[in-house]
């Protein structure tokens, strides 16, 4: 990659400009160290887990052109897509010089010789044509976009790649996206994904595998009380239909997402104002409302809609599902009828995971068939689930489980006491990082309050003080940094004396 | 984070539009898995190095504010800037927005009451006003860019963070980057770049430990045939003085650095040309163009620009560098006193890597004083290099040197007879997983022809076998992968097995 260096003489110019204290945009954050430790430690761990079970990582570009990414999130998600502009002007310029000489416009936004010579052969001098040739380029200048979530560019990957993969392909993706939401507490305009999807299998057994991984990140995490909530697009269709409100499944399942915040009556009521049925309304908040251990609710279900196809599906897959977990994860799965989670995206399985100590999701996916239908390839199903990783973060620091070792990699810094005394001191860090210790020499030589300041504040194990004294008599003086105590140790079993000290320390 | 979900209705709305293949924009690319197994390599490789040398991970966002980025990188640099628009509005509905309804452009964009009655309060219903508050709030809209490299957002970073951090900061950062270069072979768009530096140290410590990292990290890769070639600005300075070309500094610099493409006869020529004295050129050629052991080359230098301080204090800068490098490192390591690289914002020592098989260079960087003071924070030095993971990936892919355990992560993969069959499988799936294997159940009870296909085309070491039969015998028929060989395996020892097998194999 080219490196482009900063020029000296526009650092100066821009100085006067740069007074203010510097900021980053509303909606995104620097990680620092312990952060980042944080954050890689929980997208390390979940990808240790899907690799386990034979997924694959891929990566797509930030930026997607504007059409694979425009009408696939609904007039709501379109609003809230990043666009780029082309760096050739800013659309302020662009204003005047769309009225002043749109032939030099064109000129400038062309990309190449062959598309510059169409616009200069399309182009009548005329001003309303040549306020929507302006138009039209200031449209090619925005036509690429920021990556909204990673599951629509994963369905334009697998159609334009489609040769290059074996299906039923499984991969796991881990990368940032962007979102002009409105910031607030825990909703970012630039947050990670962290998702894990199969496509081209219609099997079950996906499904299945998919709450295995879930169930394996969090125990590794330190979350082994999660709570797995479940739910079936099919069941759901099929209670609309037997409460007569299949032309209102829309409305209805709108409605019932709201159940654990307005409550049976506040949906019921809701519904009613919306038009429907009060009759179906009952019907449907009875057979949504009920709870039970799984296997018995499935039961209820089955029976209590027998001949409606879809229901009776629903219930099957749901049955075939559960058959397929080890008893274990079988105990943290409870059905939840009320689940809807964007259901005109789903068509079968709907996965939500909560903790008890947070307020809102921290996993959540489900099955959605022809994937890939939108970017024309037909017939690709697909199921996966997306860890929230910045709720996880947020929820692991309140629970304070991050693993202690998180912060503190360094294990011994050595005191400079001058050029000679440095260099005999980078040489036993070399011998401790060719044993697998992370050791550093302080730079400077200057004094022993200052270097002890920066040793306690990144938390080193030990420090290591070597003089010219010490030099001679080969030999170092370590501060074990814990204990205060200081030791007398070879140079030549400095290594040994570190591994033996972190062993009783373990 | 908020999950916003397709909805269908759009998905089948946008159909019609999608019917062309998919594409990505120019200069981006898709990474399929073994390509991102390979990066992932390389990046976690460069990671561990820096670790063990005390480096911290830091994060930024992808998304600056504009006012950060803006004139930091020269004119050209500047144009090369993606600004990403907010997502209220295209640029070309502004134009009709605008001209027909400021008022109403201002009430979309505005982000908050205060806002809203602010543009409103400064609203005047006359067309050179509304011009103006038009591009005002256009530019508004477009206030934010992407990142242009990691250096600029490092500085600000440290600016804005300075309270939380303990210097020396020694951080890495491995994040990607956007420039609307025009794409080309090996130039991309979107690319990630691999930095590390310290700031806060005027220790040329500092250079000798990056000069240790960059061989640690190349002798992990594979590539320990890198030759490093050294520089300092210091003694470029002291040439061009001792010389008579201390005002045709930049210009001598410029030429200079194009002498592997020109050779000395074109460098001359393009120096006297640009009216720089022939007798100038003459005598910083020779000084240039020397070529002898570091110790050689520096011992001559001195003692030919004795009295010019600046190359004095260059040697000297050089010399203490070196004698910090342990001796096989010394012996990688050429003085290359044409090495310029953006020689305006180096201040001291400039480092470059290449490799003989490859024909750029692969990793560089050096010495900026006063990295921060554009940001209002004064004193701070860096130095730091910065790897060229796109520039590496190639090289050891044309080298062919990725380890070969990148693409086979997968260890056993269990043929699907059915639904009972499957389900046990999943078990011993497990069992496997447990003991640190990858494994997996094929999803769909399809033919055999089918799964094998996929078992070969991913790379499996094993297939298990797990019919109806052996179920009820306890057994598992193993095919090994590579030696085509069938093994009949107790399912209580399978684990042990596949440890066995692996032991023999590696």
Known sequence: ???????????????????????????????????????????????????????????????????????????????????????????????????????????????????????????????????????????????????????????????????????PFKRYQIQPVWRADRPQKGRYREFYQCDVDVIGSDSLLNEAELLSIIDDVFVKLGLPDIVIRLNNRKILSGIAQASGLREHFTEMTIAIDKLDKIGVEGVKKEMIERGLPANGVKKALDHISRKAKPENLLRMLSGSLTGVEDAQRGVEEMRATLAALPTSLQEKVTIDLTLARGLNYYTGAIIEVGHAKFPSSICGGGRYDDLTGIFGLKGMSGVGVSFGADRIYDLMEELNIFPDSMGDQSTMMFVNFGANEAIKSMELARQLREAGYAAEVYPDAVKMAKQMKYANARGFKYVGLLGSKEIEENRITVKDMRSGEHNEVELKHLVEFVFDQSQNHD
Request: aromatic share 12%; charged share 25%.
């Open 1 to 167: 990659m080219p490196y482009h260096p900063l020029k000296f003489e526009y650092i100066t110019h821009t100085f006067a400009a740069m007074a203010n204290k510097p900021s980053i945009p509303k909606g995104t954050r620097d990680f620092l160290p312990v952060q980042s430790l944080k954050r890689k430690f929980i997208f390390d761990t979940a990808q240790s887990v899907f690799q386990k079970y034979g997924y694959q990582p891929i990566e797509t570009p930030a930026m997607e052109n504007l059409e694979t990414l425009t009408g696939k999130y609904g007039e709501e998600g379109d609003k809230l897509i990043y666009k780029i502009l082309s760096p050739v002007n800013y659309p302020s310029d662009l204003l005047d010089k769309i009225k002043l000489d749109p032939q030099q416009l064109s000129l400038i936004s062309a990309e190449s010789d062959k598309e510059r010579s169409h616009f200069l052969g399309n182009y009548v001098e005329n001003g309303e044509h040549a306020k929507n040739k302006g138009r039209e380029i200031l449209s090619e200048l925005s036509n690429r976009a920021l990556r909204y979530d990673l599951t629509v560019p994963f369905a334009r990957f697998v159609v334009q790649n489609q040769n290059e993969l074996s299906f």
